[in-house]
């Protein structure tokens, strides 16, 4: 075992050779920048994959918490003042000898307008890559995703990627009116055209000009809106409510919904002609249960931002919180993580962010709703160092001789140990008279 004095040395000696696994003091009071550059330069994957395995207590430095949340693959707890390498002895190889660096996929980072789309999940990758290739192009575009995956955003980055960057943005949530003013706020109304309309009003279509305008929950339209919706769509006509004149709408028109709107077409609620008219350039936004490797950067983000809007200083999450965070699925999705995550920044104590802080559904959530490949130590019962190495040595035993048909041999081999070592060890965890013999 090599020990490096400052994480800026481990950086160099992890840039110059191989190194297996890399054990990290990660308690918030040891942070510092060279740490964080430590991390960054792992998770961009400037440096060769390692298993990376924390020590300390159980809080993570907020600014890079994310980080280990997504690098880690094991934790081992010290408290007080343990010296961290001294606690482990001779015991810690064999708990490191079957842990694997995770697979993390490259991230993902466009940027737009101050608006930053960051994706560390795969199947998100050709969403925004095919975003990317057409908002430029002066069509009409169809979001569809459940309520809170973020299609507000991504229009507004579609906009600043657009030459209509300098114009309007209008935003009219179409669910959020009653269906008979819908048509009012699209195209606006003259004085009288309806009971309680005392003056003129100008529609959205209008006040959008030459910009983008965002008509969010088209499902509910009626068909004798979508007709009309799907004449703006095609030729760019509009009439104002209560008037005869024809006008043109020069606005870019980005489209969403909540719904699968397919499956509205085959009942009959939704016109065909508009959806294959839509359907052309459809994107699919992933809910956040399908983005497991988003979560723990996406909550830090939102932590940050609350941080700074309301002056809160946190230093430290605690693991336990990063981890209850992916037992619950998260039906709002992402306007339901940044609502929880400011709750978390508000009821924040002595600059720590705490588990005992989320709110009563998050904590009572039931078993992960993504599997989590990797294992997680226990956090919400104290155990000594002892008690987890011993832990860790039963589980990595019990997979290595299932992986090997039982064969002591070539478990030891795989293990890096004799086989009189092996035995030992077997013999010492009660494993000896679950084995059949298999030599080859």
């Known amino acids: 075992m090599r020990f490096a004095g400052s994480a800026a040395d481990a950086l160099t000696l992890l840039g110059e050779q191989r190194v297996p696994t890399l054990l990290l003091d990660s308690r918030v009071r040891h942070f510092d920048h060279e740490t964080a ?54 015991k810690l190889p064999m708990v490191l000898s079957a842990v694997r660096a995770r697979a993390i996929p490259p991230r993902k980072l466009v940027e ?10 795969p199947e998100f990758f050709p969403v925004v890559d095919d975003l990317l290739r057409v908002a430029h192009r002066d069509v009409t575009l169809l979001l569809v995703g459940e309520t809170g995956t973020g299609k507000t955003t991504l229009a507004q980055f579609i906009h600043h990627r657009s030459a209509r960057r300098e114009r309007a943005f209008q935003h009219l949530a179409c ?32 006040a959008a000009g030459r910009g983008t305008l965002l008509l969010d929950e088209i499902d509910v339209l009626d068909l004798k809106q979508q007709v009309k919706l799907l004449r703006v769509i095609e030729s760019g006509e509009y009439e104002v409510v209560g008037a005869t004149e024809t006008r043109v709408s020069e606005a870019r028109l980005i ?9 509205m077409m085959e009942r009959e609620e939704f016109r065909s002609d508009l959806y294959y008219r839509l359907n052309m350039l459809e994107f699919r936004l992933p809910p956040l249960r399908n983005r497991p490797l988003d979560l723990a950067p996406l909550a830090l983000q939102f932590i940050d931002e609350c941080c700074t809007e309301h002056g809160i200083p946190v230093e430290g999450i605690e693991r336990g919180l990063l981890i209850a ?30 588990m005992r802080d989320l709110s009563p559904k998050v904590l009572q959530a039931g078993e992960p709703a993504v599997v989590e490949p990797f294992r997680e130590m226990a956090t919400a019962t104290r155990v000594t160092m002892a008690q987890q ?7 990595i035993l019990e997979q290595a001789l299932a992986a090997h048909g039982q064969n002591r041999t070539r478990t030891a081999a795989a293990l890096g140990l004799s086989r009189v070592g092996l ?6 965890l009660g494993l000896m008279g679950a084995l059949t013999e298999t030599e080859c």
């Open 37 to 90: 550059e430590l991390c960054q330069a792992l998770l961009d994957g400037k440096l060769p994959a390692v298993n990376l395995v924390t020590v300390g207590d159980p809080f993570y430095p907020r600014p890079i918490a994310a980080a280990l949340s997504l690098l880690a693959v094991e934790h081992l707890a010290v408290d007080g003042e343990t010296v961290l390498w001294e606690a482990a002895g001779d």
């Open 112 to 121: 737009s307008g101050g608006i930053r789309i960051s994706t560390w999940t």
């Open 175 to 206: 669910g959020a009116l009653p269906g008979d003013l819908i048509e009012s706020e699209l195209f606006g109304h003259t004085r009288g055209a309806f009971t309680g309309a005392e003056r003129n009003k100008m529609g959205r279509f209008q």
């Open 255 to 263: 489209v969403a919904s909540n719904v699968d709107l397919d499956a």
């Open 325 to 354: 965070l992916k037992r619950y699925t998260w039906p709002g999705n992402l306007r339901e993580l940044k609502n929880h995550m400011r709750r978390l920044v508000l009821f924040c104590e002595d600059r720590v962010l705490r």
């Open 389 to 395: 190495v011993a832990h860790n040595e039963r589980e």
């Open 423 to 428: 035995y030992k060890k077997l013999k010492r």
